[in-house]
């Protein structure tokens, strides 16, 4: 009896849970959130005929699509932070994109060897307090200064996003430097670094903080929110902020091409697809990212934020350094 | 051992398997499928070399803020949970005041709501645009945070406030059956000795608790040492989040899974010493009780502060985050109507819910049916065992079930292309069976603890005399355990069906292509920063939930006393 229920268990829940596989379809592991990527699937779904079934993972992704090995419907992966990317090609689970339109649309250091391709980039940026804070650019080194003391806030240390930027802060500095910048930090947090991106605005509109640490697009989708989230955006204001002399840190979303793609030509017509003007400027100026196609002008990022001069820093550089800048931040006991 | 099942049956000769193969099968898969992840996990922890290298980082660095902090949390949701739990129940059984009856079963609701919703509730309300606040500012005018002072939800007594709000209904159901069906006769006789309420408490219903106490607290514990959603975003440091930071941020899977293990060598120890106690306080639940406890009624003044006191945490722990979601939902069915898609998600997550509680409880009652017989040693370790699955954070359990899974899938992908040149897929994940494995894995020990101390219920000598009859192995399970541990079993798998409907990491990453449940879609708009848009979703969570936790809550154990 036991032995019947639980195949017969099995059995049905396979009947109803299986998703129909349609002759002509694409399967896409994302990190990124469904809700920001539907519109551009559904468009890609009307205009090619090809349906895409897309499967929203967070932590794992990687191990994954390991796993199921040969045999994995994986086509594509979505990724949202070049260390998760970088960790991906190095795991063996992707294979190089073959495209023209990859190749003539996107710059060669925003698709290594066509392991990956980015498709937008964000810049990870201070912004302040209107009331209170006069100035208008910043670098982040400045963020050490004893003049923000009790007036800084940020997420998580170990998040992914600290985590790429401090990354790009000890490869431009040594470790010495990049050791003494994170504790020089923490000792000017107002709080425990902790929560998310958006809640820094919440302190800085609260008075808990002056400046703070926010990826772009987090500004973007702010300004548009119909809830409080109006009211942290209008209490603060993007700083341009770059490193001293330099650019400003970015990170990318970016796709990359699963080693054993079961549908392999549909996987590269999508990717083509997002690189299109109309795909980048839906796909982007929905998330406040900047498109990596220049044929999009003026999109919602650039006329929110003004445009962004990326560190020169290469990303594969940057996430080469993300183990020893997570080793700094636990010595500095950054999140405790 | 020698106070655990009857005596007279150990001493004869083996019980023959013959008519138990059933109870074999469903103790060999329960065993392979706990075994599974934990195996992985091991695997895991051995397979790197690099892993060395990390440990002296870990230790210095990571490691003692971690355990700190975990051991503070543990302990501060471990007392006020149990402080919540035993005074509701002990409140409810043994007085009468106004709205008692209700109460009784309100305060289970707040099970049906994750830790990691509660938890971002919280902080919109306690916030510095949240109500309180707002009102504070209106009242005094002030207008930033710099002039006063306001309580952190994101803080380690904010963290153990939450948590213990969400997790307390696990001792309270466990406490609450007990008192209900044992106190009776004792209480009674403490009365007419003239103890006054303080003394019978601390000296009748804090011991008679103590088993019933140490049940549930162990869930509550389990719970807290899994989470990764809330402590994360209440800024904890706990050991499960130094287990990711591993993870995903040094790459290395193997050092994680060495926190892991240590880790599960704790918790195995914990387990082991609940199991201890419960043994040793058997006695009190094999007492056949004859009649409920009378029920004093409070005067006025008394009864009106039991009552406080019992709507307290249902406020804080239901109504308060259930309220948030309505007002929530409503408002964003009026700015852009609701997602006809959660229609689906919700059918998605009963059916998984559903499989899973079915199978748990099949496996379980065939795991604690075979304890009670022969093979007692190894099924006792096998049951004690189960509960690793319930400590394992989410995802890393994920993972254990993950790869062997993905392994037996490809062997059988690749053995019908070649055979039969069938093209199949990944039969297990693409179906979702690989969920439902590790959905069993997890919550197994529930189903096993649940129907164990049901049939528990059965007496020695119903096997004696039933089996001095002549009746079968299978006559002994369908006539009398089935019937006497019905209501434990039906307890356990509400239970089960409510945490699967919860969970969120194991789902998160072994659900097939185009799959969504609730859970899911609450986490994708959370992680987006706009958990207000996951309202309606969260809400079909708790209303799910809400059914199973007010069962669980009417349930009275002692009606069906044999």
Request: charged share 15%; hydrophobic share 50%; with cysteine.
């Amino acid at each position: 009896m036991i032995g019947k229920t639980h195949l017969s268990l099995l059995a049905l829940s396979s009947c109803l849970l299986a998703t129909p596989v349609l002759a002509q379809s694409v399967n896409l592991y994302t990190t990124r959130e469904p809700a920001l990527l539907n519109p551009v699937l559904e468009s890609f779904t009307k205009d090619t005929g090809i349906k895409v079934n897309a499967v929203f993972l967070k932590d794992g992704l990687q191990e994954r699509v390991r796993a199921e090995g040969a045999n994995s419907p994986a086509d594509l992966m979505l990724l949202v932070d070049v260390g998760e990317i970088n960790a991906a090609v190095a795991a063996g689970i992707t294979q190089p994109i073959k495209s023209e339109t990859v190749d003539k649309v996107v710059p060669a250091q925003l698709r290594p060897d066509n392991n990956w391709v980015a498709l937008t980039q964000r810049a990870r940026i201070v912004i302040a307090s209107k009331e209170r804070v006069a100035q208008d650019a910043i670098t982040y080194e400045e963020l050490a200064d004893p003049k923000w003391k009790g007036k800084f806030c940020i997420r998580s240390g170990q998040h992914p996003y600290n985590n790429a930027f401090f990354a790009a802060y000890l490869a431009h500095n040594g470790e010495a430097k990049a050791e003494s910048y994170i504790k020089a930090l923490r000792g000017n947090a107002a709080r425990k670094p902790g929560g998310g991106d958006r809640d820094v605005a919440r302190d800085i509109q609260s008075g808990l903080c002056d400046v703070a640490i926010i990826n772009t697009y987090y500004i973007g989708l702010m300004s548009q929110a119909k809830n409080e989230q109006k009211g942290w955006f209008d209490a603060i204001k993007p700083l341009k902020t770059s490193f001293a002399g330099g650019g400003t840190h970015v990170n990318v979303s970016a796709v990359a091409l699963a080693k054993n793609a079961p549908n392999k030509d549909n996987a590269v017509k999508l990717v083509d697809y997002m690189l299109g003007e109309k795909a980048q400027a839906v796909y982007a100026n929905g998330n406040f990212e900047y498109p990596v196609n220049a044929a999009v002008k003026d999109s919602s990022a650039v006329q929110l934020l003004g445009p962004v001069t990326p560190d020169s820093l290469s990303l594969s550089e940057v996430a080469k350094h993300r183990k020893p800048a997570a080793d700094l931040v636990d010595k500095a006991g950054f999140d405790s | 051992m020698s106070a655990g099942a009857p005596q007279s049956l150990s001493r004869r000769p083996p019980f023959p398997w013959r008519p138990s193969t059933r109870l074999a099968f469903a103790t060999f898969i329960g065993a392979g499928l706990i075994l599974l992840p934990l195996a992985a996990l091991v695997m895991s922890a051995l397979s790197l070399r690099q892993a060395a290298e990390i440990w002296p980082h870990l230790a210095a660095h990571v490691l003692p803020t971690a355990l700190v902090q975990t051991g503070l949390l543990l302990a501060g949701v471990g007392a006020l949970s149990a402080a919540i739990g035993v005074g509701a129940a002990w409140l409810v059984t043994q007085s009468e005041f106004p709205g008692r009856s209700a109460l009784e079963w309100l305060l289970a609701l707040p099970l049906a709501l994750p830790t990691y919703i509660t938890a971002y509730i919280y902080v919109e309300f306690m916030g510095f645009n949240g109500p309180l606040q707002g009102a504070l500012r209106a009242a005094t005018g002030w207008r930033s945070l710099r002039e006063y002072w306001f309580p952190e939800p994101r803080s380690l007594p904010g963290a153990i406030v939450i948590m213990a709000l969400v997790l307390y209904p696990y001792v309270y159901l466990s406490v609450r059956a007990l008192f209900v069906v044992q106190s009776a006769a004792i209480i009674d006789a403490a009365r007419t000795l003239g103890a006054g309420r303080g003394r019978l408490f601390r000296h009748v219903g804090l011991p008679l608790a103590r088993p019933a106490l140490a049940a549930g607290l162990t869930l509550v514990l389990l719970e807290t040492l899994n989470d990764i959603g809330a402590s994360e975003y209440l800024g904890i440091r706990t050991l499960t989040l130094s287990i990711y930071t591993t993870w995903l941020n040094r790459g290395s899977l193997a050092g994680a899974s060495q926190i892991a293990c240590v880790m599960l060598l704790l918790v195995f120890a914990l387990l082991l010493g609940e199991a201890r106690l419960r043994e040793r306080r058997r006695f009190t639940i094999s007492a056949q009780p004859d009649r409920v406890a009378a029920r004093r009624r409070l005067g006025r003044g008394a009864g009106a502060l039991a009552a406080l006191a019992c709507l307290l945490p249902v406020l804080l722990g239901a109504v308060l985050p259930v309220g948030f979601l309505i007002a929530e939902t409503l408002r964003l069915q009026r700015l852009a109507g609701l997602d006809a898609a959660l229609l689906g998600q919700l059918g998605n997550a009963l059916l998984l819910a559903m499989a899973a509680s079915l199978i748990v409880l099949a496996l379980g009652f065939g795991i604690a049916a075979a304890a009670r017989r022969g093979q007692e040693r190894f099924l006792r370790l096998l049951a004690r065992f189960a509960g690793l699955g319930y400590a394992v954070p989410g995802t890393v359990l994920a993972l254990g079930v993950l790869i062997p899974v993905a392994a037996i899938d490809n062997l059988v992908a690749d053995t019908l292309r070649r055979w039969f040149g069938l093209e199949v897929g990944l039969v297990l994940i693409g179906s979702g069976a690989a969920l439902l494995v590790a959905y069993v894995a997890r919550f197994l020990a529930i189903g096993i603890n649940g129907i164990e101390s049901g049939l528990s219920r059965v007496p020695p000598r119903v096997d004696d005399a039933a089996r001095s009859l002549g009746a079968s192995g299978g006559v002994l399970l369908r006539q009398f355990y089935w019937p006497l541990a019905r209501p434990a079993i039906a307890a356990a798998g509400l239970l089960v069906f409510v945490d699967v409907l919860k969970e969120l990491p194991a789902t998160l990453l072994l659900r097939p292509l185009g799959v969504e449940t609730l859970a899911t879609t609450v986490y994708g708009h959370a992680s987006r920063g706009v958990f207000e848009e996951g309202a309606p979703a969260a809400l079909l969570i708790v209303l799910a939930g809400l059914v199973p936790a007010v069962i669980l809550a009417r349930t009275r154990p002692s009606q069906r006393e044999p």
